[in-house]
């Protein structure tokens, strides 16, 4: 953090909604077989209504009501039940009415705010409006010439505008993951940034520590992962500062992030104040929402990140951490729900008999380390989502099962998963191709301890001698005479057991 | 009351994609000068506390149509199984509509 | 054209209404292939401009069709196809799948909707022959049907003069018996304006009772769809056909038909009726004839029982003004869609323009003089600094204006005037003064903004022979009592005889 400056950061986010239409015609907004709208054949899921036919009219779909008032609702913030939409006029090839169906005075959601936490401490982040809008087309740039896709004109989108109410791009960071975790947890958006169902932009300006008034602020667009926000923000906040040091002024433009070089670069030339002309949209009548139809949303909510988080916290007696690891995506969390519940419910468990809820506990440590550790790296490495994976909830519970019982160690339980999110194979045929089997028999481990101890006598003595350190050592050449398959958590109390013996 | 100028004319015309030609230029605002003297009259009405009203129903909640269902009618393709929208239009490639360079 | 004996009339003239149409087909003295062919003739024929396109093939293959339910069911089923047989002409605002649109301008010259408008598709079901497109003033923004781009339509009993606009073409067509009745659009008076200059039935519906889907949109909470007809019973027929509740506009109210034809089998009794009059129509400006038609019409109602209620809209003054930024605020949006990139014409030379920008401005130079004027206009009332003075203001005058109109309703039942200040004026006479063209729509522009349902009945004619029409407002949705005292007024008054054109009328020409 700067010394002299700081910095005030909005966040805007347009979420793709995952209903079934768009907002305003019967095209799909989604596929059935579940190919995104991005990919369909060019201009073909179209009607006069979304490509601006003359005579056409927007008629509104009621889901995208319903999903905009549980977004409010999971946020905290008053729905307005009497709302407006209104047009925002300009031209561009991709926006076929001229004209963008919005909601300027009068959005479905107001004043509410996301919790987060960063290293500093929790605290509420400003979301000053949610409200409805369309999306627009597609331009594809060619050389010499433009061409228009219409496909994705008409889909849902709603807008969360946050209040100028962060100061690092940590906080931006955190912001980012936990409206992305509540949308996806409420089902109203698939979060997938890559694809573009979930986009950010940035408002960043930098202002003298301590002043009252803010800065010019620069807008960054196209950014489509939580890192490449936290590092555009963290460059531009470098650059503004720079600026203002040395006695320039700061542009109020758009600016665009290059992931490739780290930098942010001004779009500046095609851009010019626009006037939107915003007025209220005379083809659809006001939208006068049914407080009972708020409260039926209210009541069937799907649990939310932050009570989940409480609840993985309290009733499984996981970290702070762990749950807000895998807390932070819906298909994580309910992967590792998943897991523990297949362990649980397990008929012929010797565990099963210390108690349901201590089992759980127990069950859940060890799949929330795997999922955390392992499944997390594995996750990040390869840009595959779990539920895109070949790793299901199944294999982990049989990984835990067979580390719980001796039958592999940790480190193999890591391999097996490494594996399986290669091969998909199941947990069983994995251990015996790759040799993974844990020797936990005593009978069968005595008499290595046995060979070892007798080939190190001086290490012996020692040991008996004082040096508790070397139990180590033995540890290890036991290991090393197993192939490493020998059970660690067993060899040390046995082969101390020896040595003193 | 505005003073509706070419300079005015021009920006305004802008906005809406006009290109204007001298002649139109002077002759439109003249004519649009006229027209906003006419309708300044609008200026003495007494407004005060009138929500305006922008839609003859604008307050009619009974009227307002009910909610589109969430569900997929996609738009029937003519019989060569093209999508009806590119038929006519002025320049397609690659079922794309063509524009000059936006960047 | 078949040569045919002078002496014969047209079965077009023979027969002028649908009741009389349908009577004919029931006793084979008809068939619908006859009578769309010679309508299809007459418009051919015809020198007044009033079709921009005729669909001679789409046309005939509705009559055949029309043929083979009357062989098979013997008679017209009236209940389940009112139109059976029924040639109507369309104007050229309103979409057709596969059927070129222009609405009168150069812009759209070469357009072809992919999809039938609400209204037509509803006509079409019931039974009727789309004729052809007519010709309106470009993208429905005049008063004389001169700002087509493909010329002017001529008014049908004076070829010198206008027949008013925007549905210039759907009246003429009707005055001139180039089809049984027509589609026009009503954004502040376009269809009843017409109407009364050539002496047809003309109705507004109440806003939201049909649909706009595939009316080229002009100013969206102005417009509607309506019938012109030669007799107030087929207005009242073709109204109950289109309207209803239209789940792809959102506009439309969720109410079921009008049954406004059955209204009309019963006759009015205007005994007790109270007629409004209001005050600030008569403060001189009628044409000495208007005026004295408009007087001699209130004098045969109250001869009938009616109660003429003198009455007070304070805000008549500035309707027009209202209308000329609203309308124009709405239309210079709705006109945005028009950017050459998805239909519409493209000038030769577009592929020498390298820029967004300049493409965008040759596109839109292919619009008249009038339609760049309003949408300059409209983007200027709406535009950063002046929306409030403008746009606003303007809009919470029109809300004064709904006000003066409830009040008024309490005391009243109808509310009536002239449709305009003149009868129809010579072409050409008017054109280079857009402001003098607009203070013709005073009396019309009230019931667009308040969203009534209006109507246009000839009432006599004037020492030229060029027909009045008489005004009547009754509150929202009340159709039913509008097209009974209509009626009422048409039978004593005006077009009696069925022609439209005050032929055989009691008041005669003065």
Redesign the interface.
């Known amino acids: 953090m700067h010394p002299e400056f700081e910095a005030v950061i909005g966040l805007e986010v347009h979420c793709q909604l995952s209903t079934d239409t768009k907002i305003f015609c019967g095209c799909r907004a989604r596929m059935p077989d579940g190919t995104s709208i991005a990919d369909v054949e060019v201009n073909s899921n179209t009607c006069p209504v979304c490509t601006g036919h003359p005579g056409t009219l927007p008629v509104l779909n009621g889901k995208v009501v319903e999903y905009a008032i549980k977004a409010g609702l999971a946020t905290h913030c008053r729905i307005n039940l009497h709302n407006v939409f209104s047009r925002k006029n300009y031209f561009y090839p991709d926006l076929p009415k001229g004209y963008q169906i919005s909601q300027f005075d009068k959005p479905i959601c107001e004043h509410g705010y996301l919790e987060i936490e960063t290293k500093a401490g929790a605290r509420k982040v400003e979301i000053q409006r949610i409200h409805m809008e369309e999306d627009a087309g597609k331009n594809v740039h060619m050389a010499g010439f433009s061409l228009v896709n219409l496909n994705r004109a008409g889909v849902p989108l709603i807008e969360i505008v946050s209040g100028p109410d962060m100061k690092t791009s940590e906080e931006a960071g955190a912001y980012l993951r936990g409206l992305h975790a509540i949308v996806t947890y409420l089902g109203i958006c698939d979060g997938n940034m890559q694809d573009g169902n979930f986009r950010c932009d940035a408002n960043v300006s930098v202002m003298p520590k301590g002043a009252t008034q803010l800065g010019t602020r620069a807008e960054i667009k196209n950014v489509n992962s939580f890192r490449f926000v936290e590092k555009a923000i963290d460059y531009e906040i470098a650059r503004q500062i720079e600026i203002v040091k040395s006695g320039g002024k700061i542009v109020q433009e758009t600016r665009n992030y290059d992931s490739d070089k780290n930098i942010t670069v001004s779009m500046r030339s095609k851009e010019e104040a626009h006037d939107y002309r915003y007025f209220p949209e005379p083809d659809l009548t006001p939208l006068n929402i049914d407080p009972a139809l708020v409260e039926q949303i209210r009541a069937t909510l799907p649990e939310l990140p932050e009570q989940r988080r409480n609840r993985l916290i309290h009733e499984l007696g996981l970290s702070v951490y762990d749950a807000g690891v895998l807390t932070g995506s819906k298909a994580l969390v309910e992967f590792f729900e998943k897991g523990v519940g297949i362990l649980v419910s397990a008929p012929s468990d010797s565990r099963n008999q210390m108690g349901g809820q201590a089992a759980a506990k127990q069950y859940a440590k060890s799949v929330a380390n795997l999922m955390t550790g392992e499944v997390a790296r594995l996750v990040n490495e390869s840009g595959t989502e779990i539920g895109a994976s070949k790793l299901t909830p199944t294999h982990i519970a049989d990984v835990v099962r067979l580390v719980q019982a001796g039958l592999i160690s940790s480190t193999a339980a890591k391999q097996v998963i490494s594996t399986i999110w290669k091969t998909g194979d199941a947990v069983a045929v994995i251990v015996k191709s790759e040799g993974l089997e844990q020797v936990s028999d005593t009978s069968a481990l005595e008499p290595v301890i046995d060979r070892v101890i007798a080939a190190f006598p001086g290490q012996a003595a020692d040991f008996r001698g004082g040096k508790d350190k070397l139990l180590g050592f033995f540890v290890g050449q036991v290991m090393k005479e197993m192939g490493g398959k020998a059970n660690p958590g067993m060899l040390g109390d046995l082969i101390k057991k020896k040595l003193t013996a | 009351m505005v003073e509706i100028n070419e300079e005015l004319t021009l920006k305004v015309g802008h906005l809406a994609r006009l290109a204007l030609s001298e002649h139109e230029v002077k002759t439109f605002t003249a004519q649009l000068g006229m027209i906003l003297k006419y309708v300044e009259q609008l200026q003495e009405v007494n407004v005060d506390g009138v929500e305006p009203m922008t839609h003859p129903y604008i307050d009619r909640a009974d009227l307002a149509a009910p909610l589109r269902k969430d569900e997929a009618k996609p738009f029937p393709r003519d019989e060569n199984g093209k999508p009806k929208v590119l038929l006519h239009a002025p320049e397609v490639l690659f079922d794309g509509f063509k524009v000059p360079p936006i960047l | 054209m078949l040569p045919r004996n002078l002496n014969e009339k047209l079965s077009t003239e023979k027969f002028r209404t649908i009741r009389e149409i349908h009577d004919a087909f029931d006793k084979k003295l008809l068939s619908p292939v006859e009578l769309t062919r010679d309508y299809l003739a007459a418009a051919q024929a015809s020198e007044t401009g009033a079709y921009l396109l005729l669909c001679e093939e789409r046309a005939m293959e509705q009559a055949k069709a029309a043929d083979q339910v009357l062989a098979r069911e013997g008679k017209v089923p009236r209940d389940r196809l009112p139109l059976l047989g029924i040639p109507l002409g369309i104007k050229d605002?309103?979409?057709m799948d596969g059927v070129r649109?222009t609405?009168g301008s150069k812009m759209?010259e070469?357009?072809?909707?992919?999809?039938t408008?609400t209204c037509v598709e509803r006509l079409e079901k019931a039974g009727a022959v789309s004729l052809g497109k007519l010709s309106m003033d470009e993208f429905a923004m005049g008063g004389s049907n001169e700002n087509s781009a493909f010329g002017p339509v001529k008014h049908p009993t004076h070829p010198d003069r206008v027949p008013g606009g925007s549905s210039g073409g759907s009246a003429s067509a009707v005055g001139a018996g180039l089809c049984v009745g027509s589609l026009g659009s009503d954004t502040g008076g376009s269809i009843r304006l017409p109407a009364s200059y050539c002496g047809v039935v003309g109705v507004k519906p109440t806003?939201?009772r049909i649909s706009?889907?595939?009316?080229?949109?002009f100013?969206?909470?102005l417009d509607q769809v309506g019938p012109l007809t030669r007799t107030v019973e087929d207005a009242a027929l073709l109204m109950d056909v289109m309207s209803g509740?239209d789940?792809?506009?959102?506009?439309?109210?969720?109410m079921p038909a009008t049954r406004s034809f059955q209204a009309l089998q019963k006759p009015a009794d205007l005994k007790g009726l109270r007629v409004g009059i209001p005050k600030e129509y008569f403060i001189g400006g009628l044409e000495p004839d208007v005026e004295k038609a408009i007087q001699t019409s209130l004098r045969w109602l109250e001869s009938q029982g009616a109660k003429l209620v003198p009455i007070s809209l304070p805000?008549t003054?500035?309707a027009?003004?209202?209308y000329?930024?609203?309308a124009v605020?709405?239309a210079?949006?709705n006109?945005?869609?028009?950017?050459?990139?998805?239909?519409?014409?493209?000038p030769k030379d577009i592929t020498e323009?390298?820029?967004?920008?300049?493409?965008?401005?040759?596109v839109?130079?292919g619009?008249g003089?009038e339609v760049?004027?309003r949408?300059?206009?409209g983007?200027?009332a709406?535009?950063?600094g002046?929306?409030e003075?403008?746009?606003?203001?303007?809009?919470?005058?029109?809300?004064?204006t709904?006000q003066d109109f409830d009040l008024a309703f309490q005391d009243v039942d109808v509310i009536v005037g002239p449709v305009s200040p003149t009868t129809a004026f010579k072409l050409g006479e008017k054109a280079s003064d857009?402001?003098r063209m607009?203070l013709n729509d005073i009396f019309t522009i009230p019931a667009n903004?308040?969203?009534l349902p209006s109507m246009s009945v000839p009432c006599g004619v004037d020492s030229k022979g060029l027909p009045i029409g008489f005004h009547l407002m009754t509150p929202l949705f009340q159709e039913d009592r509008m097209f009974s005292v209509g009626q009422a007024v048409f039978q004593g008054l005006g077009g009696g005889s069925g022609y439209g054109l005050a032929q055989g009328s009691n008041v005669g020409r003065l």
């Not at chain 3, 706009?212 to 949109?217: P, Q, S, T």
């Not at chain 3, 789940?247 to 969720?254: A, G, I, K, L, R």
């Not at chain 3, 006109?335 to 493209?346: C, I, K, S, Y």
């Not at chain 3, 323009?353 to 040759?362: C, M, N, Q, R, S």
């Open positions: 605002n309103l979409t649109t609405c759209l070469n357009y072809i909707p992919p999809y408008a806003y939201g706009r889907y595939g009316l080229v949109a100013a969206s909470s509740f789940p792809m506009d959102s506009t439309t109210v969720p805000h003054q500035y027009v003004a209202i000329y930024i609203v605020s709405e210079s949006s006109l945005a869609r028009f950017d050459g990139v998805r239909f519409g014409v493209r323009v390298k820029d967004l920008t300049g493409f965008y401005e040759a839109r130079n619009f003089a760049k004027r949408i300059i206009l983007t200027f709406l535009s950063s002046y929306a003075a403008y746009y606003k203001r303007a809009c919470q005058v029109r809300r004064q709904k857009p402001l607009y903004l308040v969203g």
